[in-house]
């Protein structure tokens, strides 16, 4: 899940080979946590070096790329 995603359990994802996803619960299950700040925990959940996303609002995730290439 994406509120479990950290930096540190990233690393040790990958160290142990395997690939990393957070996936998105939606508005439901976000409500509590940052729905309204969807592109903030886009981006922060890609500073933890998550490799894939699984997210309910794509045009957003895109949004956030495009932003961190203009970088």
Do not use: N
């Not at 981006?43 to 490799?51: E, F, I, K, P």
């Amino acid at each position: 899940r994406y509120d479990e995603c950290t930096a540190p359990r990233m690393r040790e994802i990958h160290d142990a080979g395997f690939q990393s996803l957070a996936w998105m619960r939606g508005p439901a299950g976000m409500a509590q946590t940052a729905w309204g700040k969807t592109k903030d925990v886009y981006r922060a959940l890609l500073d933890t070096g998550v490799q894939q996303l699984c997210v309910i609002q794509p045009h957003l995730l895109m949004q956030v790329l495009e932003e961190d290439d203009k970088e």
